[in-house]
């Protein structure tokens, strides 16, 4: 009898284990779509932002009419939502390394 009570908890313990792994697999696979769902929207949200940022060039001029070089200025935002259009050469170092990582990223 006591044979039998602990084949009977090792069959419930490795039942238990199988439920568990199938559990962590569904979650797995439901994990990996919302990973590919989110990297979806990012990569479009990046295409939108890039789109803008080359419309906005496209429409900016300096003052005898030329227009901006995009390589010249970066568009920076303040805190207070202001925007500003300023020389790269003015951008701190902290600026230049947000901007080389968002680089890398596209």
Not at 26 to 32: F, V
Not at 40 to 47: A, D, E, G, T, V
Not at 68 to 86: A, E, H, K, L, T
């Amino acid at each position: 009898v006591a044979a039998q009570n602990c084949r009977k908890r090792k069959l419930n313990a490795i039942l238990s284990l199988e439920e568990d792994v199938y559990n962590l697999q569904t979650q797995k696979e439901s994990l990996k779509k919302e990973h590919s769902q989110c990297s979806r929207s990012i990569r479009q949200m990046k295409q939108k932002l890039n789109s803008l940022y080359r419309d906005i060039f496209s429409r900016l001029r300096d003052d005898q009419g030329r227009p901006v070089n995009p390589c010249q200025y970066v568009i920076c935002c303040s805190r207070d939502g202001s925007v500003f259009i300023i020389p790269k050469h003015f951008v701190t170092s902290e600026q230049k390394q947000d901007n080389k990582k968002e680089q890398k990223q596209k």
